[in-house]
């Protein structure tokens, strides 16, 4: 592959909305014992398919991913990031949604872009290039490859960081069958002495040794986790009511940032920037399915949405959510939506609240939700 052949193929990324491309090999990863030792310690939480064995073979011998695979494309996308920097809550009343989550899902806009550069690649390069790509899919140590082809280093709160664009990026693959040069590693760390990830992060999620317990992840929590919030930590989530974005807000290389990426592929959405929280625990199955069908929100699904709305509500103390809440304790379908409205009206500390829980201990089944009663009714 000549030199004029690889900058076009990146102009064509470019063109197809990607920010940065670059090319390694399907060697092993030098942090493969890092992700070994993060699986034995836990901290992938309840997502089991990261320990599954054929995925953690896969992870540890990209090869086997797409054995006709000779050389590996990863592309990063930007994303609009947070309107305000720093900012850690939101209005009262409002639940804060993660950047990456204001908009369509990408795994619906970057899969298509990648099959187009794919179609280019057999069109101006090898027309019996063979492919399969990822968006966030496989089982790819996708960071380290990222960091390998060129495009950033793997900073302390874990994230890709690119010294032009930061870390709002999105990652996806190309396993090509096209033996292409690769690029030069990224081999500069260039976090310097800053800590300003690990200190900013509520839950404290963030090792020194650059590995994140997913299980105290605010992301995790209101995201992958699919049952409760533990209790202790129900606090510490703030007013996210869908992902996190602090530890790259207090990042000083996303700082720099000033205005959002020129692409085609990511079109933030301002309603979904911040929800409101009465208007979110009133959505039915229906209109929860109609709203976000197409957005990351529906990975949490229904109950895990109205379960994160309840949590921000009870931190919040938030007052147009108070009927909504006792509505939810003696109407709702979903035990993890009860158990956690029972939880919020203890933090309210208010007449009405005791009253609804005081009912609810009379009438509730489910031994869940009594043990979340009974502790809200003791914070009284």
């Known amino acids: 592959m000549t030199m004029d052949a690889k900058e076009m193929l990146k102009a064509e990324a470019r063109r197809l909305g990607f920010s940065h491309l670059g090319i390694t090999a399907l060697d092993p990863t030098p942090h493969a014992s890092a992700y070994l030792g993060w699986l034995e310690q836990g901290w992938h939480a309840s997502m089991a398919y990261l320990s599954a064995p054929r995925a953690v073979e896969h992870r540890l011998n990209p090869q086997q991913v797409f054995p006709p695979a000779r050389s590996l494309i990863v592309v990063t996308a930007a994303y609009p990031p947070p309107s305000t920097p720093n900012q850690a809550e939101s209005q009262p009343g409002y639940g804060l949604v993660a950047a990456y989550a204001r908009g369509v899902d990408y795994h619906t806009l970057l899969p298509p872009q990648l099959r187009r550069l794919v179609q280019w690649i057999q069109n101006e390069i090898d027309p ?23 495009l950033g280093w793997i900073g302390k709160n874990t994230c890709l960081i690119n010294p032009q664009a930061g870390s709002y990026l999105l990652l996806a693959e190309i396993f090509l069958s096209t033996l292409l040069e690769p690029d030069e590693p990224f081999e500069k760390d260039l976090c310097g002495t800053c800590r300003r990830c690990i200190e900013a992060c509520p839950t404290g999620c963030i090792s020194e040794a650059r590995l994140l317990d997913s299980r105290r992840c605010i992301s995790y929590l209101t995201i992958e986790n699919k049952g409760e919030i533990p209790i202790e930590l129900r606090p510490l989530i703030g007013s996210h ?140």
């Open 128 to 150: 019996r290039a063979q492919a399969a790509v990822y968006t966030d899919t496989g089982p790819i140590l996708e960071r380290d490859y990222a960091s390998r082809a060129g």
């Open 241 to 380: 009511v869908f992902g996190c974005d602090i530890c790259q807000q207090v990042c000083p290389w996303n700082q720099k940032i000033k205005t959002a990426p020129k692409t085609p592929l990511f079109q933030s959405d301002p309603a979904l920037s911040e929800l409101e929280l009465a208007a979110t625990l009133r959505l039915s199955p229906q209109e929860f399915n109609r709203r976000y069908r197409q957005t990351p929100l529906q990975r949490a699904k229904r109950r895990g949405l109205l379960r994160n709305a309840a949590v921000v509500a009870g931190n919040q103390r938030a007052e147009a959510a108070l009927p909504v809440l006792i509505n939810l304790l003696e109407e709702e379908f979903e035990p993890l939506v009860r158990a956690h409205a029972a939880w919020a009206l203890g933090q309210f500390n208010n007449r009405a609240g005791r009253v609804a829980l005081e009912k609810a201990l009379k009438t509730e089944s489910d031994p869940t939700i009594l043990a979340e009663i009974r502790s809200a009714l003791d914070s009284h």
